[in-house]
Structure formats: structure tokens, C-alpha cells
């Protein structure tokens, strides 16, 4: 059975960090690319983050530019988002996401094919 699962989300205080795993079992997801989504409460699912099969290029949500880094470990199936200066607005359920198909840089939830369960991530200010 093919699933993500993701980790390390948890309750931390403004201006903390967290960093999130999202590991890929049943199949290799070297050669695919890998997102993170959130949806907070009341709000539909947004785009956060997206990086290529390779790792080399990453792209992110204007709303998390500069303070979120994604990157990827493919020898372990992992992908990862260190989040730092965190504010009580990333406050979500964040979910890693996979494609299938693609290698670039995807941003569209649509084009994703393997999504995680969420792990929840709380900012108290």
C-alpha cells in the first residue's frame, strides 16, 4: 500500500519552529515531485510549499517566503518543512502531497495524486 505520513506537528509559541516530516512507503517517490498544503479552520486548503524530483529548485507560498524551507531527503523517501518564525496565522493541518507523474515544481492540489493524513500544526500567540 502506497502512503505518506506525516510528523512533527505540535503546539509552539509565536516566533518558534517546528520542522515536519512526510516519509513515502510502498514506492519510490525519488523521481516525483513533493509538495506540503494547509487548511486552517473555516478556510480552504492552500498551497505552502513545492520542490522538484531532484531537490535543486523550490517555490513557495508568498505568505511563508523567507520563514519556510522545504527540502528532501531521497535516499529516505522524506520530505521535509522546517518552519521558523512562526506565527499564530500557520496555524493548520499541514499535508505533504506527491505526484505520480510529475517533476517539476507543482502547485496545484489538483495535480497531486498521494496526499498524508495532516499533522497539526497550533501557533499561540
Known amino acids: 500500500q502506497v502512503q505518506l505520513v506525516e510528523s512533527g506537528g505540535g503546539l509552539v509559541q509565536a516566533g518558534g519552529s517546528l520542522r515536519l516530516s512526510c516519509a513515502a512507503s510502498g514506492r519510490t517517490f525519488s523521481s516525483n515531485a513533493r509538495g506540503w498544503f494547509r487548511q486552517a479552520p473555516g478556510k480552504e486548503r492552500e498551497f505552502v510549499a513545492a520542490i522538484t524530483s531532484s531537490g535543486v529548485r523550490t517555490y513557495y507560498a508568498d505568505s511563508v517566503k523567507g520563514r519556510f524551507t522545504i527540502s528532501r531527503d531521497n535516499a529516505k523517501n522524506t520530505v521535509y518543512l522546517q518552519m521558523n518564525s512562526l506565527k499564530p496565522d500557520d496555524t493548520a493541518v499541514y499535508y505533504c502531497?506527491?505526484?505520480?507523474?510529475?517533476?517539476?515544481?507543482?502547485?496545484?492540489?489538483?495535480?497531486?495524486?498521494?496526499w498524508g493524513q495532516g499533522t497539526q500544526v497550533t501557533v499561540s500567540s
Open positions: 502531497a506527491a505526484s505520480r507523474g510529475l517533476r517539476g515544481l507543482v502547485i496545484r492540489d489538483y495535480e497531486y495524486d498521494l
